[in-house]
C-alpha cells in the first residue's frame, strides 16, 4: 500500500467534506462524530437497537458527561440532522433517526472513499 498516497487522498477528502453539511457538522470532535458513526449504525444494522438510551451508553466513555451528549444531541435535532420519535413499542422511550438529508449526504461522502 502505498501510505504517502492514502495521507494526501484522505486530505483531499477532508476537504471535500464542506460540501456534505452534516458531515462537517459531526466532525467538530470525537464526540459528534462518534454519536454520528453509532446512529449511522445502528441505521443501517440488521437489528437496530434504536432506543437513545443505547446509543448514549455506546457514545459515553470516562471522558465525556452525559450531559454533553445531550447537548450534542440537541443541536444535532436544531439542525435537523437527526429525528427524535416515540419508540414504536415503548412509549416512555425515544428513538434516533438520521435524517435523509444525513443519510444522503453520509452515502456521498462515503463513495469518495472508494478508490483507497
Same mark, same amino acid.
Given at each position: 500500500m502505498d501510505y504517502l498516497?492514502?495521507? !494526501?487522498? @484522505?486530505k483531499i477528502k477532508k476537504s471535500k467534506n464542506i460540501?456534505?453539511?452534516?458531515v462537517k457538522f459531526?466532525?467538530?470532535?470525537?464526540i459528534y462524530f462518534n454519536l454520528y458513526l !453509532?446512529? @449511522?449504525?445502528?441505521h443501517y444494522s440488521i437489528n437496530p437497537e434504536d432506543n437513545i438510551e443505547k446509543?448514549?451508553?455506546s457514545v459515553s466513555n470516562e471522558e465525556v458527561s452525559r450531559p454533553t451528549i445531550f447537548k450534542v444531541i440537541e443541536l444535532s435535532l436544531a439542525k435537523k440532522y437527526l429525528i427524535k420519535e416515540k419508540h414504536?413499542?415503548?412509549?416512555r422511550k425515544f428513538t434516533l433517526q438520521p435524517s435523509a438529508l444525513m443519510i444522503k449526504e453520509?452515502?456521498?461522502w462515503a463513495k469518495l472513499f472508494k478508490n483507497l
Amino acid at each position: 500500500m502505498d501510505y504517502l498516497k492514502f495521507i !494526501n487522498n @484522505l486530505k483531499i477528502k477532508k476537504s471535500k467534506n464542506i460540501k456534505f453539511s452534516s458531515v462537517k457538522f459531526f466532525s467538530k470532535d470525537k464526540i459528534y462524530f462518534n454519536l454520528y458513526l !453509532n446512529v @449511522l449504525e445502528n441505521h443501517y444494522s440488521i437489528n437496530p437497537e434504536d432506543n437513545i438510551e443505547k446509543i448514549i451508553k455506546s457514545v459515553s466513555n470516562e471522558e465525556v458527561s452525559r450531559p454533553t451528549i445531550f447537548k450534542v444531541i440537541e443541536l444535532s435535532l436544531a439542525k435537523k440532522y437527526l429525528i427524535k420519535e416515540k419508540h414504536k413499542k415503548d412509549k416512555r422511550k425515544f428513538t434516533l433517526q438520521p435524517s435523509a438529508l444525513m443519510i444522503k449526504e453520509f452515502e456521498e461522502w462515503a463513495k469518495l472513499f472508494k478508490n483507497l
